[in-house]
């Protein structure tokens, strides 16, 4: 596997410290910057992830480090929910040496997937597929913030509904871009042939996650639009510029 090209690699091959966990780290920054936006005290908030691979597993205990009551999980052998918090630690414990799965996890009773979607938690984190939210269970979304983990997990008209329900959604091109910004940072300490702490890469994907986020609510509030559309302009105006700057049209 060649330095500076492929991206993602095993650290004896010149991968980057904070790789493992940087897309799950980017969803609880954009979580945490969301909440403060919404005024939501972290230390008094609840929260369900849907997904308990390496993005969701990692959200949910970052999310618990800062606070949060994470009182739902799931996989692919459905959810689990604990009112008071589950202990993801446990949780995590138990699934490694459970052939990766949560069945039998007696730390919360088992739940549907589909009931773990509509709790009345403060932040949803979908991290598992595409089109979990639909039009057909929307109306009962009852949380007050949706942190994209998953690629495309809103449908384009549960999307519309859930904004005019007034729930902010943190979109999945912004949310889940940690992992890819880790990954650059790997290919910089390729092409420098110098390896960063990992201390160093969590404030340095921090910072520009937590950029990112605010200048996707900035212009959010600045246009009156949802955050998903606002994401794009920050995104097209980019390009925009880049091609100016380069003499394009």
Known sequence: TTHAVVTGKPLVMGGSLGRTEATGRGVMVSAMAAMEKLKINPYKATCAVQGFG???????????????????????????????????????????????SLEGFTGAEKISNDDLLTLPVDLLVPAATE???????VVSIQARLIVEGANGPTSSKADNVINEKGIMVVPDILANAGGVTVSYFEWVQNRLGYKWTADRVNRRSDRIMKDAFNNVYKTSQEYKVPMRIAAYMVAIDKVSKTYKFRGGY
Not at 131 to 137: A, L, M, Q, Y
Request: charged share 20%.
């Open 54 to 100: 390496n993005v969701g597993s990692w959200a949910a205990r970052l999310l618990h480090e800062r606070g949060l009551i994470v009182q739902a999980v799931s996989d692919l052998s459905g959810a689990y929910f604990n009112a008071q918090g589950i202990d993801i630690e446990k949780a995590i414990q138990y699934r490694d040496g459970n052939k990766g």
């Open 131 to 137: 089109d979990v939210i639909t039009s057909s269970n």
